[in-house]
């Protein structure tokens, strides 16, 4: 949640870089933005505006330092006052942050006593009244800002920037933060994809570091001060993957991606998939765990594991694993998905389960993210960047790694493996005929609610289909267990409801059809997706049988449903409101 983004070197283009590295990062949050950047002439050009950033402009002049902020709101609404970066006082230095100032609240009144004057509502601005508060007292910057560290608490990640000594410091705790390097030039952002088009030689900074970034080169400090040597890696990945191209949207873009990312999975991704299966098999209990999207896949692989490699493995949401891990023992495995390798509650829970020195294996889709470091196995999805907030081409991704696990655990992956390629075949097919549910959507975006329904896997098929409805339609969709409906759900029925109904033929076809004809007496309008069609249905969607597999096609055409529902709706698929690809605060 928020993008950061920061440039320090020896190009006169500061403005652009930092332009473009705000629309690389507008995914992380969009409400308002603004940057801070030094001209030649010594002065410091300030400039916020509201929304997103989008086609946006700034004057154009030399520079080769500044930085720049895209805000998603936590403390204090979305005005102008409120955007980053934030100035003293003084107006000597200027700060972007992404995180929560826990502390602020008393930090801001002290302040305010001493005589600053605030300038906004948010928990962000004392950070700067501070540094400029600490400088009356200690000109030496870099004991200025471990004194600042010491006074403020929370998840913070930030840059401070000192003009007049054309140098930033960086602080990092719990809020992700990268410096990206080549040659005499500095990139500073939230995420590595925005430095990619610049270097792949970068450092993910680990909680309590600091960074003091200069002409001369940088210093990076421990949490107690001691100078140590920041080890920067090569990342594999390239901008390129994060380019939206010829297409509208980066949602139906990733959507279209689906054949080739989980071709690649079959192809490449054996080794980990073995090892994976391994860890499982000796572990004491295997614990899926994810937010959002990730959660729902996590489910879906509660139900692929019992039923094709016969094992029990836990789940649990990943804000809601804390309060659930007691029991953990040593040899306990967590397993944690997450497209971003960034949520702040997977994250959170999976250092309590770390603390109890149970075993972390990550899939996620980012190289270097937090997650991915703190895992004793990490794997990737390898899924290209996935740049809209609509989680789309990560979540098949995860279900194949899942599927293809449980298929390993069981000594049948080739099986597996003959499913997805069938999957992928469906899905090829579905997108040729994507015209078909832009009409659908058409005809249902009226409606104020839609219910999607199945068993077994295909009830967590569902709680995913609708939240991808949800998110970028905001039609308010619910995913159900279809044999829940009689204890309760189908009261919410009315005459015209569009109601979606998962029915592969498997062992859940003859009772999902049952619900069918029970939603039907009450005048819902029943769109039903198999492979056999039943008279029952008012809108037939064919997905052929690639046996368990079969969830993939299925969530394909509730993430075309929901970006074609966008669309008749005249909303950004890309940015819902509200929303930000990546969760970093509580
Ligand atoms: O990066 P993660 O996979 O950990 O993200 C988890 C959720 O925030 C994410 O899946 C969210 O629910 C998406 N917007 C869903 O489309």
């Known amino acids: 949640m928020c993008g950061i983004f920061g440039y320090l070197g020896t190009k006169n283009t500061a403005t652009s870089m930092i332009l473009d590295g705000l629309k690389a990062l507008e995914y992380r949050g969009y409400d308002s933005w603004g940057v801070a950047i030094k001209k030649e002439d010594g002065t410091l050009f300030v400039q916020k505006h509201i929304g997103k950033i989008g086609n946006a402009r700034i004057p154009s002049f030399h520079s080769h330092i500044g930085i720049g902020h895209t805000r998603w709101a936590t403390h204090g609404g979305v005005t102008e006052a409120n955007a980053h970066p934030h100035i003293d006082c003084t107006g000597k230095v200027a700060i972007v942050h992404n995180g929560i100032v826990e502390n602020f609240e008393g930090l801001k009144l002290d302040l305010q006593n001493k005589g600053h ?100 080169g940088i210093s990076l400090f421990d949490n107690l001060g001691a100078k140590k040597i920041a080890k920067f890696t090569k990342l594999s990945y390239s901008a390129k993957s994060a380019e939206k191209g010829e297409y509208k949207h980066y949602m139906i873009k990733e959507i279209l991606e689906q054949p080739k990312v989980l071709k690649n999975i079959i192809d490449t991704q054996t ?24 959660s729902y896949a996590c489910l879906a692989g509660t139900y692929l594991f019992s039923k094709i490699a016969k094992r029990h493995i836990n789940f649990a949401i990943g804000s809601e694993f804390s309060y659930l891990i007691d029991f953990l023992k040593e040899n306990s495995l967590v397993f944690a998905l997450s ?88 899905i090829k097919n579905l997108i040729e005929q994507k015209s078909k549910i832009e009409l659908l959507a058409k005809e249902i975006a009226k409606h104020k609610s839609i219910f999607i329904l199945g068993r077994g896997v295909s009830y967590a098929a569902a709680l995913e289909s609708a939240l991808k409805i949800k998110e970028v339609s905001y039609i308010h969709a619910e995913g159900f267990a279809a044999g ?12 015209e409801t569009p109601v979606i109904l998962f029915n592969p033929e498997d062992e859940t076809y003859e009772d999902t059809l049952s619900a069918a004809h029970e939603v039907k007496a009450r005048g819902a309008h029943v769109i039903g997706v198999s492979s056999k069609n039943d008279k029952v249905y008012d809108t037939f969607i064919e997905v052929k049988n690639c046996a368990d597999a079969t969830i993939i096609p299925n969530v394909v055409i509730a993430q075309l449903l929901g970006y074609y529902l966008a669309l008749a709706k005249n909303l950004d698929p890309d940015m819902p409101r509200n929303l930000a690809k990546s969760v970093t605060v509580k």
Request: glycine share 4%.
């Open 339 to 426: 497209q971003s390798g960034e949520t702040i509650d997977t994250i959170a829970s999976v250092k309590k389960a770390i603390k109890r020195k149970s075993k972390l294996l990550s899939l996620t889709n980012s190289e270097g993210s937090t997650l991915y470091r703190m895992s004793d196995t990490n794997l990737l999805l390898h899924a290209g960047t996935e740049k809209a907030v609509a989680s789309t081409k990560a979540y098949t991704a995860q279900i194949v790694y899942l599927y293809l696990i449980a298929h390993q655990l069981a000594d049948s992956l080739d099986d597996g493996k003959k499913h997805v390629t069938q999957a992928i075949h469906t």
């Open 271 to 294: 080794h980990e998939i073995e090892i994976a299966a391994d860890l499982i098999k000796h572990a004491y209990g295997t614990y899926l765990i994810g937010c959002g999207t990730a």
């Open 117 to 216: 004057r605030f300038s906004s509502e948010t928990d962000s601005e004392v950070i700067v009244h501070l540094i400029e508060e600490i400088q009356k007292t200690q000109s030496d910057l870099t004991i200025v800002m471990q004194k600042l560290r010491s006074k403020i608490s929370g998840m913070n990640a930030l840059i401070a920037f000192f003009p007049e000594d054309e140098s930033f410091y960086i602080i990092k705790n719990g809020s992700p933060i990268v410096v990206g390097s080549v040659d005499d030039d500095y990139f500073i952002a939230s995420d590595a994809s925005a430095i990619l088009p610049y270097t792949n030689n970068v450092y993910f900074l680990e909680d309590n570091e600091m960074l003091h970034i200069s002409q001369s």
């Open 484 to 495: 829940e409906l009689k204890h309760g759900v189908i009261a919410l029925i009315e005459k």
